[in-house]
């Protein structure tokens, strides 16, 4: 497993955070084999997965299928005070809330090496998803100096979800290694894998339908109908991407890689807004409110790089460059086209010390695109007291990373230290408004930028042949500043976070995992959000020669995990705290049969929760 926190430029720039890639082991056993899991919780939560292979000679051949249920439920806790005027008016809520995500697919892929250069697979995925949120909401509202109150209830419930199916296919041809040894003979045998020089073709084609309803009913505190709405947003969203990668070995140590890659995406969504009328019972369609609104998105990319040793000194510098061209159009408003030139330089530079020390520096540009809804320029009632409007004007982040690093190796532990300092351009936040009296508006704004000067620490012990243990924490302080609706701001905060991982084997088919982690307190651009702690568990069993195995995990032990944020500007403060019920108990119980490895070369992972950025 390697954990890269400045990729390269091959790698898609999207995001502030690294990537992992995972390395596994070749196999190439005849036969069939198969894992199957089936796991059950707390709060309804169940699910199961199969996955079989078949390899003959050439051959690979994969299905499977899966089914999951989860949910989190919890307490929420708002707290709203707008101005107007020379009144104030309170917004109070509490109440119970629950989410729930469920899923179910089926794949099939099969791999072909036609020759011991050439790879080819083809694999496809089929099946649909469900997210809901529902909550009961006792709400208090007021006013002062004129004290009028009222108090009802808020029943909530939204849906979304639909289909999806996607197809993904890869070749890759090895070229022939002809480095010559000191025989003068070929070298075909032993060499590493990075040494080789091969051309990579991805395609992976993705449909998703996105069909939501959101139904707010309001009643007194008898029972009676008082009031509702209903909101109904629906359409399909498909991409395809294309990734062309080539990698070329160079003089001893050295490599070229170049490549080419595309992400064109297209989604079409229609929403409409339904209000309750009290003396006919029925929804009556609200035209002001109703939109109809398509994107249209496509990314261009071409990146270089080059890689080397020169004796201790390591090496590596990059350019990637990519080309947006983006349209929206929505009902009564202009198209907002976005024709766009991204440039994303990296440099890594690492020095070997005696002792398996090793120094390491790296730059990398990076970017985070604003999502399709955050774009959305029209306004939706969420309920009685909240509406939201995406922003089309919306700029996307660009992040500079500077990284400076440590590492020691010593018998089977490691420890790492990194002083990292990162600037982000064009700071994106969920801002809120007063949109009318006691009416909220939330939306999304570049407020700025952002300041992260720190250090963090790793560090992994074999303290005896039945305990290893993994200690992270990073320490850093924080600043944002700039100026929201006409007012310059500037805001900091010290902020750390820790991690502490603990494995036991109790004994040989027994182990026993304990982790835990801090996030501390930090600072919005309007307000800050609080600290939390939480600590996890998992004992593991193996039993018929580790071929079946139970996991029993518990999420949140202590109850502990609980969010809490303040957000204050022109005329409102607001307060909301959520409380997660904990903790969590799940069962997994698992079964592999004829030496079952996952295939990871097709890469066609991901198949219907993935949402492209606009």
Do not use: C
Not at 205 to 217: G, K, L, Q, S, W
Not at 510 to 533: D, E, H, K, P
């Amino acid at each position: 497993i390697e954990i890269i926190t400045n990729p390269s430029v091959k790698y898609e720039p999207d995001g502030a955070t690294g990537i992992i890639n995972i390395i596994t082991k070749k196999n190439y056993l005849d036969g069939f084999s198969g894992i199957v899991n089936l796991n059950a919780g707390m709060y309804g939560q169940y699910g199961g997965n199969l996955q079989l292979n078949y390899r003959l000679n050439k051959f690979n051949f994969v299905v499977g299928a899966d089914y999951n249920k989860r949910a989190r439920p919890g307490s929420v806790e708002n707290k709203r005070n707008t101005f107007s005027n020379d009144t104030t008016y309170f917004v109070n809520s509490n109440g119970d809330s629950e989410r729930q995500f469920t899923s179910k697919n089926i794949r099939a892929g099969i791999e072909y090496n036609p020759t011991k250069n050439d790879f080819i697979s083809l694999s496809g995925r089929f099946g649909t998803w469900d997210m809901s949120n529902n909550s009961t909401l006792r709400y208090d509202t007021w006013t002062e100096p004129e004290f009028t109150d009222f108090a009802y209830n808020s029943i909530d419930e939204t849906k979304r979800g639909g289909g999806f199916y996607s197809i993904d296919g890869v070749y890759q041809h090895n070229f022939s290694n002809k480095t010559p040894n000191k025989t003068g003979m070929s070298k075909k045998k032993g060499f590493s894998p990075s040494r080789i020089h091969n051309l990579k073709l991805k395609v992976n084609y993705r449909h998703r339908n996105n069909d939501e309803f959101a139904i707010n009913e309001l009643r007194s505190l008898t029972d009676t109908l008082i009031g509702g709405k209903k909101n109904v947003e629906k359409g399909p969203s498909e991409s395809i991407r294309i990734h062309l990668d080539y990698s070329l070995p160079l003089r001893k140590k050295d490599k070229f890689e170049a490549g080419f890659q595309s992400r064109n995406g297209r989604s079409h969504d229609i929403t409409e807004l339904y209000l309750l009328n009290i003396g006919t019972g029925g929804l009556e369609l609200v035209p002001e409110y109703s939109n109809n609104i398509t994107y249209n998105r496509n990314i261009y990319a071409l990146y270089a790089l080059y890689a080397g040793e020169a004796g201790k000194f390591g090496y590596q510098a990059g350019l990637r460059g990519e080309y947006t061209d983006r349209t929206i159009t929505s009902t009564g408003e202009d198209d907002f086209i976005l024709n766009r030139w991204d440039y994303f330089p990296t440099v890594h530079l690492s020095y070997s010390l005696p002792l398996d020390q090793q120094l390491m520096a790296s730059y990398s540009r990076r970017i985070n695109r604003p999502r399709g809804w955050q774009l959305e320029p029209f306004v939706t009632w969420q309920d009685a007291y909240n509406v939201r409007q995406g922003n089309p004007n919306l700029k996307p982040e660009y992040i500079d990373s500077y990284e400076l690093g440590y590492l020691i190796k010593f018998n089977d532990n490691f420890f790492s230290f990194e002083g990292y300092y990162r600037v982000t351009h064009n700071k994106v936040e969920r801002v809120s408004s007063v949109y009318s009296a006691d009416v909220m508006l939330r939306t999304f704004e570049n407020v700025g930028q952002d300041f992260s000067l720190g250090i963090e620490a790793m560090l992994n012990l074999n303290l005896f042949s039945w305990w290893e243990m993994d200690i992270s924490g990073n320490f850093f302080n924080y600043k944002v500043e700039g100026e929201l609706y006409d007012e310059p701001f500037k805001r900091t905060s010290t902020n750390w976070n820790s991690r502490l991982n603990n494995t036991f084997t109790l004994w040989k088919n027994g182990q026993l995992q304990i982790n835990s982690r801090y996030n501390s307190a930090s600072v919005t651009a309007q307000g800050t959000s609080s600290g939390y702690y939480s600590v996890d568990a998992a004992f593991k069993v193996n039993f018929l020669n580790r071929l079946l195995s139970a996991n029993l995990q518990a999420r949140d032990i202590f109850g502990t995990a609980m969010r809490e944020r303040i957000s204050e500007g022109q005329n409102f403060y607001t307060y909301y705290k959520y409380k997660p019920k904990a903790p969590v108990l799940m069962v997994t119980i698992s079964y592999r049969f004829n030496n079952f490895r996952p295939s990871r070369k097709s890469n066609g992972q991901n198949g219907g929760d993935q949402e492209d950025d606009f």
